[in-house]
Every structure is written in structure tokens, then in C-alpha cells.
């Protein structure tokens, strides 16, 4: 007869501080807030209120259009990284990854660089760039005869949240193009000269043969992508205000959740609705992150070299 | 950093805590980061030479956020003895949460009127929780020499007001006005509180619009917006995209001629300007009308609570709230004038001819900061963005009045 095999102390033992400090940072907050959203004051005392927060955030026209708007703003600053930020990403990383390229580690730094900067460096700079008063961009589209282009471009409803998010996009792109360069890279020569034996070369090698060897990276770019724009705040924050002007038109789910936690100039912080926002908030990243595990992630096709 | 640098620093860590096992140490929380060499090179040692055995700390933060992290300070019970109190609504609920300490009974409090006191009052005004500091008034600093240049008299009347506007900027030499939308609030509060008064004609209206009498969208509350649709044609290329910095700087660099200003600009404005200014109050539709001034009680100082020290700190308080005081004050620091009943003597040309206006105009502050702005939507955040629609043109006058007062009317019982 068999030993009963001794229990296995050790798992435990690495697991506990990796979970316990997860536990404590992360897990029981996310937990908190999720209370926190099923009360309210009553005069002096928090009461239980059910869902009558969230009844408030979606069915108060005041709420709900400040929600929709942002949740809308929301969308767009992602479909802009997601079609400008990746593909140039991808294109950059196809570049550096290519054997002729000279300087390709100077590049590769310089691409990278604005990624470690703080929102606050980035959102200031661009604001200086781009200021109509003292800023270079009038100046430098003036040099080549495209003054009449300029507009103040983060004043006008129309073009700021656009410019706050290919801003955002030139802060990032270096994240995608490290991950797609790495997964380049890690594409054996052997199938590539296969290919090359076949007759394959260029761009048609690229998209038949390494594209479909990247798309599990990409699969993953995209989602930190969307993870990280859903819970977007400070460039917006640091660029526009609290207020996300004009007239709210740069109004993120990040500073919705901001105005109405911490309160804003006399307008006082109310933590229960703060909390109902950041609910609906997690509520839309966690569809969105099974989405693409269950309806993504378990079709991409996987290639074992 | 040096060896004796560290010891030095190390000496007077001991040395400063020998001292407070004697001395009583009060720590005052402020939001004017601004004013910490006023307060440490001239209030703070008067007031130490005059009471040995208290020593006093000024420790601000930064303005956008004082309020958080005062509240936060005050739950944690790791907030300072003194707390500088922001007018109505945010010291009021500091009060009601037993964080700020009744004062009612100091001696001091009979040196200030009941407009003073009122930004720090219960609504029934039966307990004053905070010592007045200062006000601040509203108006138009303008570039002296721009005006002489271009012989253009200081405006008293509107139609005056938009004919220098039209000459400034017909000239091209100057922007006429150095403004901008992209922080909003000054279109709230140096366009919308700044010339409105003269149209509601201060207190009256404010009061009326408070008890229910008047509506936002009465004639009187619409036509600053009316006034304001036109500001848009005499500010700066791009003022869409211009911050509040960029406005002052503007202006001290000698390219905008007409800045829609508040008093605490004055200090700043002194040290950076290399011209003469001059200042006006908002101009009134016809010569001889009585004119209207925002005046706006923004600064007192009250008590936590659970402070160790209340001896201490009432004595500090019982001295703020005297002449003495508000003379160091008020010319320490000029644009800050002092609300005390005992006049004061500046020195400052700037801050006498705004303070002057209190003899010839009647005060009144701003109209979003009692009471209306406690409900949520909050009638002064939409008032910024109302403001800065408006100015850019985004938004018609009688549209942005509606919204605020269906936003008011929401939650606001008197106005339903």
C-alpha cells in the first residue's frame, strides 16, 4: 500500500504573499467599492439602498446623460489607439525587426521613451506644444505654408478629444511595438526560410506568415489596450481639468468617477454614487476582458514550433 | 548634501524638538501655498513675539487639493490645530461633522459685521465657526499705458467698455481682452459673477434667486451671458485652448490691454508687470446708475475640533480677529482685503482703488456660492461650464440660463 502523499506546505508557503498582499491591495478595495455602491446617507446615517444608486445613475436623466457621454467618449478614445496606436505599433515593430535597418536599438529607445514618462510631463508638454499662445505647432505649420490649419485644437469640442487621444497614442505606442518586436523575434529562422524557399518574401511573407504567428500578441495588446483606456484618467485629467472641457466633450468614465467621488470645487464628494460609477465601470471592463477570453482568445489559432 | 548640512539639519530637528516640550505648537492648514514666506517671515513672528510660549506652523497645500485632503486629514484625526476655512457650503459641512469648533463666543467675533461672518455661519446664524480673514473683489485691471497710448478713458459705462474694446483691437497693437475658456472658471468668475451684479444689482437679486423670488432665467440673470456671447470677439487668437496662466501671462507681458481680474491677482501682477496698471469696476448701462461689486468673502480661519491645543489656538484666534492683524494682513498681502470693522491703511495704488469701490458701489458675492450650490446637479461647477460655453459661442445665453435653472430647479425646493 501506498504512503498517503505528504501535504504540500510549500505551495502555500510561495503562494501567501503574492495572495495576501493582492488580498489586501486589491481584492477586499474591489470588494469594498462594490459595497459601498449599495448605500447612501440618510441624513447623518449610511443606509442600505439596494441597487437605488445605480437605479439613480441610469435612470436620472442628469446622471445617465453624464454617463452615456462618457461611456461615449470612452469608446472613441479607444477605437482611436486601437486603429491608430496598433497598427503603427505592429508597423513599427515590422521595421526595427527588419535585418537591414541601421540604428535600429536607437530607434527602438527613442520610440520608447515617452511611454516612461509621467502623464503629468506628457499632458503639459503637449499643452505647451500645441498652445495657440506660446506653442511651436502654429509656428511649424506656418514654416510650411499650413497656418490655416491650426485650430486651438484642445479648446474646440470637436478635435479635443481626438488630440488627447493620439497624444495618448504617442505616449503608448512604444508598448505595442515592444510586444509585437518581441514576438517577431521569437518567430524561428527556419520557418521564415521555409517561406523564403517557397518563394515568399516582403510584405506578402509578412502578412501570410508572420502576421498569423503575432496575433496572439495582438490578441493581448488589444486587450491591455482596452483595459487601460476604460480605466483612463490622467491625461485628461492633467490636460483639461476635473471639468474635462469643453462643455465635457473630453469627459471620461475616469474623471466622471473623479467629479463624483472627491467631489469638485463646492460640488462635495459623494462616495456612494462614486462607488455605483465605479461599479458600472468595472461591470464594462469585465464583459469586455470575457469577451475577448471566451469569444477571442480560445479561437486564435496557436502554432508550436 | 554636505556633512555639516546634515548635521545642522539633525541639530535643529532636536534643538526644534527640545523647544515644543516646552512651547505650544500650533499647525494651521491652508490652501494659500502661495503666501508661506508672508506667513513665515512677518505674520507668524508678530504673533510669536507677542504670545512667547506658542510657536506657529504654516503648512499649505496645493489649492485643487485642499479640500480633499483637508477632509481626509480631519477623519483621520491627523489634521492641524488651525484649519483655514473656504466660504459656506464646504466649512459649513466641516462643522456639522464636529470637525471645526463653535467660535461664537470669541471676543474677536464683534469686530466683523454680519455679511463678514455670514460665509461661516449655520443658515439661522446662530453659531460662527470661523474667524473672517479677507475678501476679494472683482473688476478689470487694465494696461495704463495701452489706455494713454491709445487715449482711451477708463470706461465706466458699457457702451464706453465696448468702444475701448473696439478701438484696442481696431488698433491691433494689443488683444483687447487676455481671457481664455480652457479652465473655465473665470468665465464663471471673473465674466459671469464679475459684471452680473450690476445686472441683478447685487444683494437684491442674489437674495431673491435664494428665497425663490427670482429665477435664473429673469431678464437680470440672462443678460450677463447676453454680455458675456460678446466678450468672444475681443479675446485672444485660440482663447478656446488658452488657460488661466497663459491669460495672466499675457497680460504682465504687456500684450493683452484689459484683464477681467480678481483682487488676489494684484501681488502677482506688481511683481511681474513692467507697466502701470490701473483698475475699474464693472461698467453700468448708463452714467450715474449705482454700481455693484462682487466682494467676495473667501478667506477666515476656525479651530479643529479635537485639537489638543485649544487654548492656544483661540488666543491665535482671538489675534486674527483684531486690527492689528488685519492691517499685517491686508498689506502683506494686497487683494486680500480685510473684512475687519477697523478700516485699513494700504499702501498698495492697485489695492486702494479696488478697495475704494466699496465707498462708492454697493458689495455683494457671488451668487452660486450660498446655499445654491449644495444639491447636485451643483450650480456653480454648471455655472463654469455654462460660462465658458457661452463666451465660445457654443451655447445661447437663454439655452445656458434654462439649463441652470432647470439644474437648480431639480433639487432646489424654493425654486420648484
Known amino acids: 500500500m501506498a504512503r498517503r502523499k505528504p501535504f504540500r506546505w510549500h505551495i502555500g508557503v510561495f503562494l501567501a504573499p503574492a495572495v495576501l498582499v493582492y488580498t489586501a491591495i486589491m481584492i477586499i478595495p474591489l470588494f469594498g467599492t462594490l459595497n459601498l455602491s449599495l448605500f447612501n446617507l440618510e441624513g447623518q446615517n449610511r443606509i442600505f439602498v439596494g441597487l437605488a444608486n445605480f437605479a439613480t445613475l441610469f435612470g436620472d436623466p442628469r446622471w445617465s446623460d453624464a454617463f452615456w457621454n462618457a461611456l461615449g467618449n470612452n469608446c472613441w478614445f479607444f477605437i482611436i489607439h486601437m486603429i491608430v496606436q496598433n497598427p503603427i505599433g505592429i508597423l513599427l515593430a515590422a521595421l526595427l525587426s527588419s535585418p537591414r535597418l541601421r540604428m535600429a536599438a536607437f530607434y527602438r529607445t527613442a520610440i520608447f521613451i515617452p511611454t516612461i514618462l509621467s502623464f503629468v510631463i506628457v499632458g503639459f508638454v503637449w499643452k505647451l506644444i500645441l498652445s495657440p499662445i506660446w506653442g511651436i505647432a502654429p509656428g511649424m505649420l506656418d514654416a510650411v505654408g499650413l497656418k490655416f490649419l491650426f485650430a486651438p485644437w484642445l479648446g474646440k469640442e470637436e478635435y479635443a478629444l481626438t488630440t488627447l487621444a493620439l497624444i495618448s497614442v504617442w505616449q503608448f505606442v512604444g508598448i505595442p511595438m515592444m510586444l509585437i518586436y518581441a514576438a517577431l523575434l521569437s518567430i524561428p529562422d527556419d520557418v521564415i526560410e521555409a517561406a523564403e524557399m517557397d518563394g515568399l518574401t516582403g510584405w506578402a511573407q509578412f502578412w501570410k506568415i508572420k502576421l498569423p504567428l503575432i496575433l496572439p500578441s495582438i490578441g493581448i495588446i488589444s486587450i491591455l489596450t482596452f483595459v487601460g483606456n476604460f480605466n483612463a484618467f490622467d491625461l485628461i485629467y492633467v490636460a483639461q481639468g476635473a471639468l474635462a472641457g469643453p462643455d465635457f466633450s473630453t469627459d471620461i468614465l475616469g474623471t466622471f468617477l473623479y467629479r463624483t467621488f472627491f467631489g469638485f470645487q463646492l460640488q462635495l464628494g459623494d462616495p456612494y454614487m462614486g462607488s455605483a460609477i465605479a461599479t458600472a465601470m468595472f461591470g464594462i471592463i469585465l464583459v469586455g476582458v470575457c469577451i475577448y477570453l471566451f469569444g477571442i482568445q480560445t479561437r486564435l489559432r496557436r502554432y508550436q514550433f | ?416
Open chain 2, 1 to 416: 548634501m554636505t556633512k555639516t548640512f546634515r548635521f545642522a539639519l539633525l541639530a535643529s530637528t532636536l534643538l526644534g524638538g527640545a523647544a515644543s516640550a516646552q512651547d505650544v505648537t500650533l499647525t494651521i492648514e491652508s490652501w494659500r501655498n502661495d503666501d508661506l514666506t508672508i506667513w513665515q517671515d512677518t505674520i507668524i513672528p508678530a504673533f510669536e513675539a507677542a504670545n512667547p510660549g506658542i510657536k506657529v506652523v504654516f503648512a499649505p497645500t496645493a489649492p485643487a487639493e485642499y479640500n480633499a485632503a483637508l477632509n481626509s486629514k480631519l477623519a483621520a484625526g491627523s489634521a492641524g490645530d488651525l484649519i483655514t476655512c473656504r466660504p459656506f457650503d464646504a466649512s459649513l459641512e466641516l462643522y456639522n461633522q464636529g470637525h471645526l469648533a463653535d467660535l461664537t463666543g470669541l471676543a474677536a467675533m464683534a469686530n466683523f459685521s454680519p455679511v463678514a461672518k455670514s460665509a461661516w455661519q449655520t443658515d439661522d446664524g446662530a453659531a460662527t465657526f470661523c474667524v473672517p480673514m479677507a475678501s476679494v473683489i472683482h473688476g478689470f485691471i487694465y494696461n495704463k499705458d495701452a489706455f494713454d497710448a491709445l487715449g482711451i478713458a477708463v470706461p465706466t459705462t458699457r457702451d464706453e467698455f465696448f468702444a475701448a474694446l473696439d478701438k484696442i483691437k481696431a488698433d491691433g497693437t494689443y488683444i483687447p481682452m487676455a481671457m481664455g475658456t480652457n479652465d473655465q472658471w473665470e468665465a464663471a468668475t471673473m465674466g459671469y459673477n464679475n459684471i452680473g451684479p450690476n445686472y441683478w444689482k447685487g444683494e437684491e437679486g442674489r437674495l431673491a434667486l435664494i428665497k425663490g423670488e427670482q429665477k435664473l432665467t429673469d431678464a437680470p440673470w440672462v443678460a450677463p451671458f447676453e454680455e458675456l456671447a460678446r466678450w468672444k470677439d475681443y479675446l485672444g487668437d485660440g482663447f478656446e485652448a488658452q488657460t488661466y496662466p497663459d491669460s495672466q501671462n499675457l497680460f504682465t507681458l504687456g500684450r493683452a490691454a484689459i484683464y477681467p481680474a480678481g483682487s488676489w491677482e494684484i501681488a502677482g501682477f506688481n511683481a511681474q508687470a513692467g507697466f502701470a496698471m490701473g483698475a475699474f469696476p464693472p461698467p453700468v448701462a448708463a452714467a450715474g446708475d449705482t454700481c455693484y461689486i462682487s466682494d467676495h468673502t473667501d478667506i477666515a480661519i476656525g479651530m479643529n475640533a479635537k485639537s489638543p491645543n485649544a487654548e492656544a489656538a483661540k488666543t491665535f484666534l482671538e489675534w486674527v480677529g483684531s486690527a492689528e492683524f488685519a492691517a499685517m494682513y491686508a498689506n502683506a498681502l494686497p487683494g486680500f482685503f480685510s473684512l475687519n470693522s477697523t478700516p485699513v491703511e494700504m499702501q498698495d495704488p492697485l489695492a486702494q482703488e479696488f478697495v475704494s469701490w466699496r465707498g462708492k458701489c454697493q458689495s455683494t458675492i457671488r451668487s452660486t456660492y450660498q446655499i445654491l450650490s449644495r444639491g447636485t446637479p451643483n450650480l456653480e461647477n454648471e455655472t463654469w461650464n455654462a460660462s465658458a460655453n457661452v463666451i465660445r459661442g457654443s451655447e445661447a445665453p437663454a439655452d445656458a440660463a434654462k439649463r441652470l435653472q432647470d439644474g437648480l430647479a431639480s433639487w432646489y425646493e424654493p425654486q420648484k
